[in-house]
């Protein structure tokens, strides 16, 4: 070690292992300047870590406060220091390290302190020749005497810097939770410093307020004075209410005497009502009996003959726009007249002269009749249904005489053109709806179908598999088709839209005779079931809404292949039809319903318990004379057939 290396007090030697105190981070933002005071206290903790560092106390010195006064802290009798700053060097390097808080570092003034000197450096020795082993040896035992005491000292020295570090740990501990202490009352002095701005705030709106309030006030006084004036107008006007209220007591006095006196004869009313109300449900009764009995009169099978006007293009290819052939004598009575030189059949019902023939029957429509006009000769009728009874309508005719059009209307009908069929149903509706009030309660099933080449086929169904069979129902004399779809049905709306699937499925084609034949039998029926309440009355009926298939000469439709076999087929129902009119006109002991299906489905409203109504159609050309003869002849049989008194079905 050189001679010139200076002696460095072992204070001073670095070590390694201790640690710098930690910096309190302290928010500033919104912090007053520090007073007089604060800075003589900060002045006061503040030391220095010099080699000419005075002694200071090992105590701790704390602050204290009485409450509501500013902080003091106690004056020591060491001089004031700038930060401490102990350098310690080791190996060459210096670390200097700073401390300042509230509080003085403790200083072991026991610890001794070394220095590394020139008295610390290796002895000067003279050089031995390497032949001088006992130089040399000496040289190496005063080298070793060296190090030895050099490491003594090195020891001494470790052992009272590992105290110092102690001591420092235990103040760097202490300055920290003094330090954490005095963050909290930091935090707490800027708590009750927003407290303060806050009732300051506070303080400035109640002084506004009250401003506000004093303004108020002012404006009250202006308000009383006015109300006590209008006080006084209302007391006058309070004393003249409380003389009409007496008047009107008196008043109410008197009307509670006359309400009760009401309340009497509403009493009797009401008796009264219920009394009259037992009269009309007794008079519905009756009404009933003699609506039916007058039906009775009528006759139970009843005919009406209905002549289609010309259409557009007839007209146009005939001689005239009169319908020359046929004379309407009275509302009942019609005349057809032979024109040609064509001889018919003689064997004739009624004739007038050698070519024209007479027929009467229930009514006769003219080509000018509406379908409202004829509706409202078969409401009647129609009423029967929702009194229990079987109903059956159904129009008969050549082909292209207006059936469809009579019973079904056409395509996009309207309030003047709708058939039979819907408005027989929407009157059901109504008049079920009028009689509810009386107690009356219905149910109402619709169901739709057609005979086509005697096969009965479900127009409310497109599954053609299905196999129909009419079949008598056990206990009852009626019958029904197996298999069939029968919809629930409460509104007009529901039959409408029954009305136009149906239409859509039927059978249908062109023949010589009518560009839109009807090649089918269809049958609406509509099962009504109702109940009284009130009475303890119920009832059963169906109406069979009917529009037979057109009859045709073979010769004259033009008909071959399937259409032939249809037209076939058709012919052969309508004969059957004749003849079942002919053997209960006859009252023959056998009626041969079952030869048609037609005829078999239709047995209950031709000889059965029903109330039956046909219409016959007549076509206006003069070259379909034969088939008119021939379709009023056969009207003419049906109208003079009786079929018995229907009866009500409970």
Not at 83 to 94: D, E, S
Not at 399 to 416: I, R
Not at 452 to 464: G, P
């Amino acid at each position: 070690m050189s001679t010139s290396q200076k002696t460095m007090p072992l204070t001073e030697q670095p070590v390694s292992h201790l640690r710098p105190p930690s910096k309190l981070r302290i928010p500033t933002s919104g912090l007053k300047p520090p007073s007089a005071g604060l800075k003589r206290t900060l002045s006061q903790l503040t030391v220095t870590g010099t080699e000419n560092q005075p002694q200071v106390s090992t105590k701790r010195q704390k602050i204290s406060a009485a409450p509501g006064k500013r902080m003091t802290v106690p004056k020591t009798s060491t001089r004031q220091a700038p930060p401490l700053t102990k350098a310690l060097t080791r190996n060459g390097m210096v670390c200097k390290t700073s401390v300042a808080s509230g509080r003085q570092p403790l200083i072991n003034k026991s610890a001794p302190t070394l220095a590394v000197s020139d008295s610390m450096a290796p002895p000067p020795m003279k050089k031995a020749a390497a032949w001088d082993l006992k130089g040399r040896l000496h040289n190496m035992e005063a080298m070793m005497k060296f190090y030895t005491e050099k490491l003594s000292a090195l020891g001494n020295q470790n052992i009272s810097l590992e105290g110092t570090v102690k001591e420092k740990e235990i103040v760097s501990t202490e300055i920290s939770q003094e330090a954490e202490e005095l963050k909290q009352k930091l935090k707490k002095c800027y708590a009750e410093l927003e407290d303060y701005k806050e009732l300051q705030q506070k303080h400035k709106s109640a002084v506004e307020e009250l401003s506000s309030v004093h303004v108020q006030c002012d404006s009250f006084r202006c308000t009383i004075n006015q109300l006590t004036a209008t006080q006084a107008g209302m007391s006058a006007e309070l004393q003249a209410t409380k003389m009409n209220l007496d008047q009107k007591i008196n008043d109410n006095i008197k009307k509670d005497q006359e309400i009760v006196e009401l309340r009497k004869v509403l009493e009797e009313h009401q008796l009264t009502i219920e009394s009259k109300e037992m009269k009309i449900r007794e008079d519905e009764s009756i009404r009933r009996k003699l609506h039916n009995t007058i039906q009775e009169l009528k006759g139970n099978i009843r005919v009406f003959c209905r002549v289609r006007p010309l259409l557009t293009n007839e007209i146009a290819n005939a001689k005239s726009a009169e319908i020359e052939h046929i004379n309407f004598l009275d509302s009942s009575k019609l005349e057809l007249e032979k024109l040609s030189d064509a001889n018919p059949n003689e064997s004739m019902l009624s004739t007038r002269g050698g070519n024209k023939f007479d027929f009467q029957f229930d009514k006769v429509f003219k080509p000018t009749a509406m379908q409202t006009e004829v509706f409202e000769e078969i409401s009647q009728l129609v009423q029967s249904v929702l009194d229990g009874y079987n109903v059956c309508i159904f129009a008969y005719g050549q082909t292209g005489s207006g059936k469809t059009y009579t019973m079904e209307g056409p395509e996009s009908p309207d309030n003047v053109t709708t058939g039979m069929i819907p408005r027989a149903v929407m009157q059901v509706f109504q008049e079920a709806s009028t009689l509810k009030k009386k107690g009356w309660e219905y149910t109402m099933e619709a169901s739709f179908m057609e005979i086509y080449n005697e096969t009965i086929r479900d127009l409310l169904n497109s599954d053609t598999s299905l196999k129909h069979e009419v079949k008598k129902l056990k206990g009852e004399d009626d019958v029904e088709v197996s298999n069939m779809t029968v919809c629930t049905v409460s509104e007009q709306a529901q039959v409408n839209k029954l009305l136009k699937t149906a239409s859509k499925n039927r059978a249908v084609g062109a023949t010589n005779c009518n560009e839109r034949s009807s090649r089918s039998h269809s049958v609406f029926r509509l099962r009504i079931t109702g109940s009284n309440t009130l009475t303890d009355e119920s009832c059963k009926g169906t109406l069979n809404l009917v529009d037979l298939a057109g009859s045709e000469r073979l010769k004259d439709s033009g008909s071959s292949g399937q259409r032939l076999e249809e037209t076939k087929k058709i012919n052969s129902s309508l004969s059957t039809l004749g003849q079942v009119i002919t053997a209960i006109a006859s009252k023959d002991s056998h009626i041969p319903y079952r030869n048609s299906r037609l005829t078999y489905l239709l047995q209950n409203s031709l000889g059965g318990n029903s109330k039956t109504l046909m219409f016959v159609n007549v076509s206006p050309k003069e070259e379909h004379w034969s088939e008119t003869l021939n379709s009023l002849r056969f009207a003419t049989k049906v109208n003079q057939c009786n079929i018995g008194t229907a009866k009500k079905k409970m």
